[in-house]
């Protein structure tokens, strides 16, 4: 490991990072929206802590294993660490936003992207503290929490998807799980506008329909 290397963040330590500040707020249980891999962070925090938790909306929470594919995500999430390392940020994340962006089966034959092609560095500049590669490092698409304890819990959760992902056999990876958690849950789904970047108003070049989206955030957290 690098000295420079930012090191591997598991959703368990993401998991009681959130349970020390629900009481550090000492406001009791709270409720609690979460997309994509803070979706699944959340959800391994009402596992471990289900009184912190009174309603939790997970917004595609992407957990791989849940998949039938989920086995060829693994390694693909695998593998674009191993970019990282090896070549820098460009290579890493233009695999991770190919990955992201693919709809239907992940075969394992797809093409290796060209960083450029998104924008991304094509020379390395020998940094290795990347946060989100941290959470890849630290099984960010490998991970799932005990189910079994977050249907026991007396949280409240909702998972959402996005309007846009696609379906869930025929979309987008986060939007997938999404579906496939809600059915290893026992809870049917709710659909929000947009995609997996519904909430965005284009402050990171994304744009989504963040009105649209707030209204219905609204109605989930007026049904609590």
Not at 2 to 24: G, S
Not at 40 to 50: E, G, M, Q, S
Request: net charge negative; proline share 8%; hydrophobic share 40%.
């Amino acid at each position: 490991t690098r000295d420079d290397e930012t090191p591997a963040v598991t959703p368990e330590q993401h998991a009681e990072d959130l349970h020390a500040l629900v009481e550090a707020l000492g406001v009791g249980r709270v409720d609690l929206f979460a997309t994509s891999g803070a979706a699944v962070n959340a959800l391994f925090l009402v596992a471990a802590h289900p009184d912190d938790v009174r309603l939790l909306v997970a917004h595609e929470p992407p957990m791989a294993p849940l998949l039938p594919d989920g086995d060829a995500i693994v390694k693909a999430c695998d593998e674009l660490v191993a970019a990282y390392d090896a070549d820098g940020i460009g290579p890493g994340m233009a695999r991770f936003i190919s990955l992201v962006m693919h709809r239907g089966e992940w075969t394992g034959n797809e093409p290796v992207p060209d960083p450029a092609v998104f924008g991304l560095p094509t020379e390395d500049d020998g940094s290795r503290n990347d946060g989100l590669m941290a959470n890849m490092r630290g099984g960010g698409c490998s991970r799932i929490p005990d189910l079994d304890a977050v249907r026991a819990a007396s949280t409240r959760v909702v998972v959402g998807v996005g309007e846009e992902s696609g379906g869930p056999d025929d979309g987008e990876i986060a939007g997938r799980a999404g579906y496939a958690v809600a059915r290893e849950l026992g809870v049917e789904p709710v659909v929000f506008p947009g995609g997996h970047n519904g909430f965005l108003g284009g402050e990171y070049g994304q744009t989504g329909k963040p009105d649209e989206f707030a209204a219905r955030l609204r109605e989930v957290l007026a049904t609590r």
